[in-house]
Structure formats: C-alpha cells, structure tokens
C-alpha cells in the first residue's frame, strides 16, 4: 500500500457536480495526451482511442437512412477504455500515482487528484501499461484501483517480442447518478471532449490523432475539430494588473456553436465559459467574414488561473469583484473580463459593422413604425447601449427601450431638485449651460410623452378599423366593443383614467366636461332627478343603445349636454319609434335629462338648465332603414355623403348621424398631421 490516507475520506470530500460526470473520461485523454509529449514524440504521431463501452453488445440495427448503422445510443455506457502509446506507468509515473496531491506534474498544471475523479463516477480502474524500463526494455504493469483496494499492483513483467509500448485505462461501472445526465450519444461526446480539450487542437504543434469509437461507429476528432471549428485565428497576450494572460480567437461553425463565449482554462482544459452575446457593440447572431458565417470563442489561459482554479477543475476559485476582503491588487473575474472583451472588440470589431448597422435599423425601424415615443431620447442613448440582436422580439425591445427611458426620467427628476440652485461660486456660463443641457432633456422627454399620446390615438384608431371590419364568420361586432374603445361601461368619469376615455373619436370638445356617465340609468344620474329607468340596452333587438351623456364646461350654465347613441355595424332594422329610431331615442334621453332639475354633479341647481342646448350623435352605418330615418328627422348629408346632420326645434337640438366610415376617417384626418411627424403610417 503506497497511498498513505484515508481514500474514502478524500472521495467523500472531492465535489463533482452531477453535470460534469464525463470529466473523468476528459481528465484521461488529457493524461494520454500529456503521455505523448512525456514520451518525446511529436503530436502527430501519437494516437489516442477512446471506446464507449454499452450495455451488453447491442445488436446492429439497420435503419432505412443510409449512415444509420450502428449501436442504440439509449443502451446504457457501462464505462469507457481509453488507450494511449505514449510513456505509461513507467517507475516515475507509477510512483506519482501512488502519491495524492503529487507535484509530479505541477508544471503542466496538474494537481495530483484527477484520479480522485475516476472514483467519483466510476467503480473502478483497470490499468494495463506497456512501458519502456530503464534498461531499455519493455515491461508491463497492470494493477486496479477502487475506494476499497487503493492500487493493487503485479511485478513488472517482461513481455514478449513485439509487444508494442501501449497503456489502457478501464473506467468501469459508471455510476447512474452521473450516467443518466450525461451526453449518450457519439456526436454529443466527441463534442463535449472537442470543448474540453479544445486548447490542444488549436495550440501549436496540435493534439494527437484521437478516435473515439462506438461498438462498429466511430469518430476522429481532427474531423469533428473541423466540423466545429471554421478557423483558429491569432494568439495574444494581455496584461491584468501586471499578469500575462494568453488569448486565442476561435471561430466556430455557426451551426456547431449557439452563442460566443469566452471560455477561461486552467491546467490544459475548459474550466468554466460564458456567453457574451450583447455584451458587445454589434456581437449578437451570427458574424460573417469572407470564409461564412461564424460563432466566436476566445480561450483565456493562464498560470494564475492555474493556481486558481479547483481541485476538481470545474469552477475558478476567485471573487466576482474586489470587494470586501479583498486585498488591495487582488484580481477578480470582473477585472479579467473587462480586460478580455477589450480585447475581443479590438480583434471583431471590423467585422461587426454589419451587425450594428442591423442593429440600429431595427431599433429605428421598430420606434418609428410601433414606438414612437421614444423617438425623441434616442439621441441620449449610447448606441453600444442599443445593441439589439435584429430578431430580438418586440415586447423585449420596448421593455429595453422604456428602462433607458425610464432611467432618463429618474436623472431628470433627480437632477431638478438641485438644478435651479448654483454651485458655490460656480461660474455663470457655466451654470447657464447646465440649466440649458437640463432643459433640453426635460424637453425630450415631454416630447416623449406626447409621442406615446399620439401613438396611442393610432393605435385605438387601428382597433376602431378593424372593429367595424365583418368577421370570418360573416357577422359584424356587437356595439358594445366599439362603445368600449370610446368609454369603458357602466362607469362615471371620475372612475375612468384619461387614456381610456377616447371620446376625441368623435368630438376633442369631449374630453373636456363636468360629469360623463357610461351605460347608467338616467335615474343613477346625479346631474338630474329623473325617475326614468330607462337604460342603453334594447332588449327586444339584443343589442345596446349606449348612450354617454355629457355635460360641457366647469362653469353655471352649463354649456350643452352631448347625447352618443351608438348602433352596430350595418344594422338595418331601424323604424319608427324610440325603440327602433336611434335618431329618436338619442333625442328622447335629452328630452328625459332635461324635463328632471338639473344639478352639477356636487347637487348645486343649475338655473334654467331646460334651456341648455342639446348635441345628439349617432353612430351608425348608413344603411337603408336609417336613410329613410334621416329623411324624416329632416337631415342634410355631409359634403362626402357618409353623413347627415341637422337641427330638431322641437327638442332644441343638434343632430348628427355619423357612419363608421365617416368616424374613422374624420378622426384619422385629424390626427394625420401628428402621425406624420411621427412617421406613422396611416391608411
């Protein structure tokens, strides 16, 4: 027994994340690799074969599509045999293996404890090692290793005449744990291992020929190095605080990578990456140069992270940030970061021109066409802090482009508590300037709340457009949504926000009343002791006549009472009678409001109230039936004949018919000159 310690107690405390479980077949070839070079051989001639050993010996199976023979990939991998010809276990190695935590290796960053990694998600290990002695003969050493036996060994033997120097590592009995979430099938773990050892395939000189195969399937890597990799491009060196890190910049087949990263190795290998999409200018999607389009990768590598990483290789051992207890000169991620992607965008940065100007037509396009609003702050922001992927769908890119607004709006609030006030003995100009490059964003963004308003008006516009548009199956909307798009129901003013009030449709004199009730008995009516219950809805038809009664103005008398009756689309029953008329049942729910006393709405009497004067609209399409409606109140049409008006002096008061038509184009004209400076598009 070699191994002075207590091994179980080493495995119980060794950490090997459940999703890392193929780390120990990776801390094998890297073995083998390093093997090679102990044996002074050049990388070219030496060879590595990795076999996937599966439950059992699955049958071939024989798939209709050509390139299908081979093993399930669902059967289960039991182990893995890696076979190298490099040095073997020759004295010195085996001598460090026997030693945990050894130095034996210390200089390729090795920390004595990979083995420690075998255990974790394997049974056992079988060694058989054919190795050159020192008397220049060739011996063979097989031994097993396991938390319970530690290293069993047999003498050195000689071997027979032709036996050729070869070592094989037996990872046997792959615990489930780690099994079932790691890559299964051939093309994952050749991708995987490619990820891992990457750095030797793009070092100089190159990594060994490696195979890995799968029962009669099997894969090269230097083929699955260039189906992933497009080119290894230059090598440089990087300062942190006086530490030398060494950079390499990869391009990767976009169809074999997802994201760009920046992947940070120590001894040798892939310790931990991260995604930096977005966190560059223009680095977003796919980058094209003249040989296609690539996916990014720089590998960071350094004798620092060599003393800074974990036993088990899986993650660095250092501080996000130099906060706290940091000593003063301690690099952190933070610091290393911020140096590598200035590097990174010194080396990309000709080849994202495409992607920024991409970048910033979708934002233009996008707040030009749907978001206006922030039309006017898009000069405030950076454009490095617009870098938007083109895709980038547009709830996400609102939400961005409001978070810039909103954080102008907080300086602006924050900044105007102590603007108006000079500071010390600041000088005149210069205080002058700072109120000017005050005012200015204040105006931006006042100009910004006007823009949303605006767009808000296209936007209810659009829903009004398609609201009196016939559906797929044949039937018009019911009124009641279109009454919803003017004033919600069943609601007073004062219950209601100002964006939801939408009355501008039909008259901008609306918006400004004393009291505006929606869907309500004239009877609930504050302004009015009517007992009248009558309400929108005409049952008998099955459908509502919604009026909203308005009362203009702040001051005694009052200047008018504005009735709307709305109809829905292409209705065509109209009659005579209230029930049947919407020209008349609009002027009997004035004539109603009047013949009660009239009140503000705080119950103060309104002096002779029966003498207000009186708006009636009516919206409805001018079909048939409501012709001949018009024609018997006596109304005009309007100069484009999608309308009638006139005045009723038994009721003493305007009337107006107003088609669908006539509402969305009237409404769409008056608001066209606004769109326009908007650059939004009208129909």
Known sequence: MALATNLRGRLRNTDLPKSHGLMPLFEAVVNSIQAIEEVGIEASKGAIA?????????????????????????????????????????????????????????????????????????????????????????????FTFDE?????????????????????????????????????????????????????????????????VDFDDFKDMDEVCSEHMLESSKTQTVQVQGVSFDLTHVKLHASSAQAHKIAYCAANRLVTEEAINGKLHGLFGRIQDKKGSFIYGCYVC???????????????????????????????????????????????????????????????????SRAPRYLSILSRVPPEKLNVDPNMPDKELEVLLHRHWSDMENRMVADGHDIMTPKGMENPEDYRK????????????????????VSHRKVILDMLGKSIERTPSGNYSRED???????????????VDQLQSNLWLVDERLAFHNYLASDKTLKSMPITD????????????????????????????LASITVIELKRPCRNNASQGE???????????????????MRTESGRPIPDSSDIPGFCYVITDLTPSVLHRTRIHQLRPTSDKMGYFGYSEPFDAYIEVISFDRLLNSANERNRAFFDKLGLPTN
């Open 50 to 142: 990795v076999e996937i050993l599966r439950d059992a010996q699955p049958e071939l199976s024989f798939d209709e599509k050509p390139g299908k023979r081979g093993p399930d990939p669902s059967a289960r991998i039991l182990g893995f045999k890696v076979t190298d010809n490099g040095i073997g276990f020759d004295e010195a190695n085996y001598e460090a293996f026997e030693t945990l935590d050894t130095d034996h290796k210390a200089t390729k960053g090795c920390r004595g404890v990979g083995r420690l990694l075998w255990l974790k998600a394997f049974n056992k290990v079988r060694v058989d090692s054919v190795y050159l002695a020192a008397d220049g003969g060739l011996r063979r050493r097989k």
């Open 148 to 212: 319970v036996n530690a290293v069993g060994s047999t003498a050195d033997d000689p071997v027979n005449s032709g036996t050729k120097r070869e070592t094989t590592v037996h990872l046997d009995g792959f615990r489930e744990v780690y099994r079932e979430v790691s890559a299964k099938t051939l093309d994952a773990i050749s991708k995987a291992l490619l990820e891992h050892c990457l750095w030797y395939f793009i070092r100089s000189g190159g990594a060994p020929k490696i195979r890995i």
């Open 302 to 368: 350094s004798s620092f992270l060599d003393s800074h990483v974990r036993s088990d290789r899986t993650a660095l051992t250092l501080d996000e940030n130099r906060e706290g207890w940091a000593t003063e000169g301690e690099i952190a991620m933070s610091d290393i970061r911020r140096v590598v992607l200035e590097a990174v965008e010194t080396y990309l940065s000709p080849l994202l021109d495409e992607n920024k100007r991409m970048s910033k037509e979708r934002v233009d396009g996008f707040v030009r």
């Open 434 to 453: 700072r109120v000017d490059s005050y005012l200015e964003m204040v105006e931006d963004i006042k100009k910004s709340d006007l823009a949303s308003y």
């Open 481 to 495: 949504l279109i009454h919803r798009l003017l004033f919600p129901m069943g609601v007073v003013s004062t219950e």
């Open 530 to 557: 009517s007992e009248s219950t009558k309400e929108p809805d005409i049952l008998a038809l099955q459908v509502y006549d919604n009026p909203l009664l308005v009362a203009e103005g702040t001051r005694l008398p």
């Open 579 to 597: 029930e049947r008329d919407p020209i008349e049942q609009a002027l009997m729910y004035l004539d109603r409001v009047r013949k009660g006393t």
